[in-house]
């Protein structure tokens, strides 16, 4: 069974779509995460929440909104899509503060 | 504010060789460190963590890390290198007790030649 996994694998859209990326973690955790990794491969963290409550917003546009049903699930939606957007993301999730996350496979989002 | 810096974006090595891939950091408090892998095309994976306790920490694959308080250096070492082991490694702090938010350095390439 996969601790952490993310729907789509792969999204290619237009400019000016909107988009949702799904996220789902079995692990029993109370916080999860979504974290972007540009081209360079620097990973930056955007949300996080810990039981359905938002405790990390980053300097995220708004055009990117998540939602978190429960505390198993954290999903990401995306408004009007631009070129740099294009990224992958990932969702991971976490039990407490001393460890580490277990991160899903990504979402490669490419804009066109 | 905390951060992470990875001085080398690429260390080469050969098989069979000891490698080390370099890690600073800067936080206020005390720190919690991890280091991950990411192989082509996949998501993170764990690979260990200083807490507290020891300074050497083993973790997966053979790998270990020396935390170094007055140095704020947390490098990962491993004897022999294997081929195999080329990927991208990354560093990551959170500060202990604060909101869990982890911060990556850039990332460095390691790779193994044989």
């Known amino acids: 069974d996969t601790a952490v996994s993310q729907t789509p694998k792969y999204l290619v859209t237009q400019m000016g779509n909107d988009k949702s990326i799904k996220c789902e973690q079995n692990?029993?955790?109370?916080?999860m995460y979504w974290y972007k990794q540009d081209s360079k491969k620097f990973l930056k963290i955007m949300f996080s929440?810990?039981?359905?409550?938002?405790?990390i917003n980053e300097t995220v546009p708004n055009r990117f909104s998540p939602k978190s049903p429960d505390k198993a699930h954290l999903n990401l939606h995306i408004n009007s899509l631009e070129l740099g957007d294009s990224a992958v993301y990932f969702c991971a999730s976490s039990q407490d503060r001393g460890d580490g996350y277990t991160f899903g496979s990504g979402t490669r989002l490419t804009v066109v | 504010a905390q951060s992470v810096a990875q001085p080398e974006d690429q260390v080469n090595v050969a098989e069979g060789n000891p490698l080390t891939v370099k890690c600073t950091y800067s936080v206020s408090g005390n720190p919690y460190l991890f280091w991950y892998v990411q192989y082509p095309n996949r998501g993170l994976q764990f690979l260990l963590k200083y807490i507290t306790g020891d300074n050497l920490v083993k973790g997966s694959y053979g790998f270990e890390a020396e935390f170094n308080k007055s140095q704020t250096s947390f490098h990962l070492k491993k004897p022999s290198a294997l081929v195999s082991d080329s990927a991208l490694y990354f560093c990551a702090v959170k500060r202990g007790g604060a909101t869990n938010k982890l911060i990556f350095g850039t990332g460095t390439l390691l790779a193994v030649q044989p």
């Open positions: 929440y810990n039981n359905k409550e938002l405790i």
């Open positions: 692990l029993g955790h109370d916080t």
